[in-house]
């Protein structure tokens, strides 16, 4: 499993890398690099980790609703 993960790191850092040159530059890739399916391979692949882990009860953590029409 750690060998598939860095694999999957190293797919979405290139990809990653590839659309920034394309975004910033306009420096279209020689190779397609489909972005938002290896995203959701690596999320997918971060998820699984996730949920196989044991979460911890936070003491001390406040959740506060804000009024969103009197903010200005």
Not at 24 to 31: A, D, E, I, K, Q
Not at 34 to 48: G, L, M, V
């Amino acid at each position: 499993m750690p060998e598939e993960k860095v694999n999957i790191e190293s797919e979405f850092a290139n990809a990653a890398y590839q659309d920034f040159i394309s975004v910033r530059y306009g420096l279209t890739p020689c190779c397609h690099f489909d972005f938002q399916s290896i995203t959701i391979k690596r999320d997918a692949c971060n998820w699984e980790k996730l949920k196989n882990t044991t979460l911890t009860r936070t003491e001390g953590l406040v959740s506060k609703a804000i009024d969103c029409d009197n903010l200005g």
